[in-house]
């Protein structure tokens, strides 16, 4: 087949051929391939002039993913699967990712739990469980998890048992309600019971039963 016409339709390049079919590729392969108006073309460079629009586009979407914050490898292929990338492109601009650097789930992980600690302020328990749903493996989880200064732990389940005492304070009386609301709570929020019980000591409401 030969190649009828080209025109330049956004940052694509539409290939019309002299069978009438016609199909589209990024600007970028265009250039990068030499493509010339009235030379023949094989089916096999089509495909490879679509592959290679396909994972240069595929990039793309990777980058602007990456440039409102970082990602594990698992969230980044599960948004670019949303674009209906093949997984044969999804991979490939994986690997290119992580061969340069710009994907790195240690360094995401210790990103998240950072500020899932700081803002948060969840306990282990949920930090395990949410690095395991993004995809972390347990081998990266645990190097950070050890870390971790313990008293950061303590002050926040501290801070948290504060707030939630203010919160129901003038809501509710009883004292044993109270406590079992406080330990609920944190329980959600990732913390262990021994440690939740080891920090209620520390408050009055924990000698009262």
């Given at each position: 087949m030969k190649i009828l016409s080209l025109k330049r339709k956004g940052n694509n390049i539409l290939i019309t051929l002299d069978d009438n079919s016609d199909f589209l590729i990024d600007y970028r392969t265009f250039v990068d391939f030499r493509i010339h108006k009235d030379v023949e073309i094989s089916i096999e460079l089509m495909k490879l002039l679509s592959q290679e629009s396909s994972f240069v586009k595929c990039k793309d979407s990777a980058f602007r993913f990456l440039a409102r914050r970082l990602h594990s490898t698992k969230e980044l292929k599960l948004k670019l699967q949303k674009k209906n990338y093949s997984k044969e492109i999804i991979d490939k601009t994986i690997f290119?990712?992580?061969e340069q650097n710009y994907l790195n789930d240690e360094e995401f992980a210790l990103q998240f739990v950072k500020e899932k600690i700081s803002r948060g302020k969840i306990g282990i328990n949920k930090i395990v469980s949410e690095l395991k749903n993004k995809g972390i493996n347990n081998e990266i989880t645990q190097k950070i998890i050890?870390?971790?200064?313990?008293?950061t732990f303590n002050d926040n389940i501290n801070t948290l048992i504060k707030k939630k005492l203010n919160q129901l304070k003038n809501k509710e009386t009883d004292?044993?309600?109270i406590k079992q609301k406080i330990i609920s709570h944190l329980i959600s929020k990732g913390y262990d019971y021994d440690s939740i019980y080891n920090s209620l000591k520390n408050f009055d409401l924990a000698k009262e039963e």
């Open positions: 290119h990712l992580n050890s870390s971790i200064d313990n008293n004292k044993r309600k």
